[in-house]
Structure formats: C-alpha cells, structure tokens
C-alpha cells in the first residue's frame, strides 16, 4: 500500500521569499506523483505531476517539484511567492501501471503569504 | 468548455434525513470518484466508479450510497446511516485504465446538517 506525509500543516512566508513545501511517500512500488492546489472554497486543480523522465518538474504558477527516489520525497518549491498563492496544498500518489484509479492523498498543507 | 459541475454548491440536511449530492462531466471520462474534506484530513475516498455500472467502496464508503448509470453522472447519496456527514464533498474525474490517470475535480459540495 502507498501513503503519503505532508511534515507541515502550515507554512506561513513573507511575500517574495521562497518556499519549500515537504512531501515524502512510502510505497513498495513504482509510483506517480502528483501536486494539488485547493484555493478557499474550490475543488483541487493540478500544479504538477512526475511520471517519468527528469526528476525535476515544473508546473503551472512558477511551482515546481523534485523527484528524489532515495529519500522518498516529493518537495514543492517556488523561488518566490505571491499573495494569490495563498492556498492549501496537497501530495498525491499512485500506483504506476495499475487499472485501478485510486490516488492516495496527503493531508494538506496550508500556505499563507504575509505582506 | 469541459470541465465538472457539482450542485448545489451548499446544502442543508436535516438529521435524518438522505440527501443527494449531484456530479457531472462532459470530458468523456471513465472514471469517476467522491471524496470528502475534512479540515486536517486531506481527502479521503468515498466510492469510485472505472465504468458506466460499475463502482466500487473507497476507504469511507459507510453511510453512503453511489449510481452510475450514464458515463457522465456520478450522484452521492448521503443516507441517515451516516453518522457524521457535515463536510465538504469533492467529485473528479479521470480517463481511466492504467494511464497516468490525472484527476480532474469539481467546485464541491458543503453539506451542513442541522
């Protein structure tokens, strides 16, 4: 089975500063990776995804993500944040080469931005 | 434009009482899920369909109740076995099969019970 930890429930930041969000995965199988974005009220909206390939991956909003297979990690990092990017965001998981769609989900982490 | 829609966007229940929760899609996807929100718990799987007639139970299936009759509908029924059902309820889609299998999500649903 595949789980996913998200360290930080909440990141506060300063407007311009850089940001680092943690997500490690445990699984005994090859996996996909995924990060979500959840603004206030709104479903969840794709920032990135790792399939294969480069580990590092860019994703929409300036995010991106490196995949790092020994330390079973899957941090998301923006160099510089904005107001608008105030929002909860969530690592996913799943199973590669499965007929079965289910993704397993973090708990959350909830990015504030500071003036 | 394709995409999801969710409805009502909030709902209130009288305890109970079943509610049904609408999902619509027009991307012409196979698989579809529910999942509920709650605040610290990320998202945890109600009931997920892979094709029109068929679904199975996610990790939180008790309470609740799924049809999939059309490829394009998914509706949740929240029953009055449901003991906690205040929350917020997210419906999403994906092609399916063992492709990368992306998920695509609606607005949600805030279900308060009274």
């Known amino acids: 089975a595949q789980s996913v930890t998200q360290l930080d429930s909440q990141v506060p930041v300063f407007e311009e500063a850089p940001v680092e969000l943690r997500c490690n995965y445990s699984?005994?199988?090859?996996?996909?990776l995924f990060w979500y974005v959840q603004y206030p009220n709104q479903g969840l909206q794709l920032l990135l995804k790792?399939?294969?390939?480069?580990?590092l991956v860019k994703g929409i909003n300036g995010f991106e993500a490196e995949f790092n297979k020994s330390q079973t990690s899957f941090h998301l990092r923006k160099p510089s944040v904005h107001i608008s990017d105030t929002a909860e965001y969530f690592c996913?998981?799943?199973?590669?080469?499965?007929?079965?769609?289910?993704?397993?989900f973090g708990s959350g982490t909830r990015l504030s931005i500071r003036p | 434009d394709g995409g999801i829609t969710q409805s009502p966007k909030y709902l209130f229940r009288k305890e109970g009482q079943n509610v049904t929760l609408s999902c619509e899609q027009n991307?012409?996807?196979?698989?579809m899920y529910w999942y509920r929100q709650d605040p610290g718990q990320g998202l945890r799987l109600i009931y997920y369909?892979?094709?029109?007639?068929?679904?199975q139970k996610g990790d939180i299936a008790e309470g609740y109740s799924v049809s999939r009759e059309k490829k394009e509908s998914f509706p949740l029924t929240v029953t009055s076995a449901q003991k906690n059902p205040t929350a917020f309820y997210l419906c999403?889609?994906?092609?399916?099969?063992?492709?990368?299998?992306?998920?695509?999500f609606g607005p949600g649903t805030r279900l308060t019970v009274l």
């Open positions: 999403a889609s994906s092609i399916g099969g063992p492709s990368t299998d992306t998920q695509y």
């Open positions: 699984s005994s199988v090859s996996v996909y």
């Open positions: 996913a998981v799943r199973r590669t080469g499965s007929s079965a769609s289910k993704i397993i």
């Open positions: 790792y399939l294969s390939g480069s580990t």
């Open positions: 369909s892979q094709i029109v007639n068929d679904f």
């Open positions: 991307l012409n996807h196979d698989a």
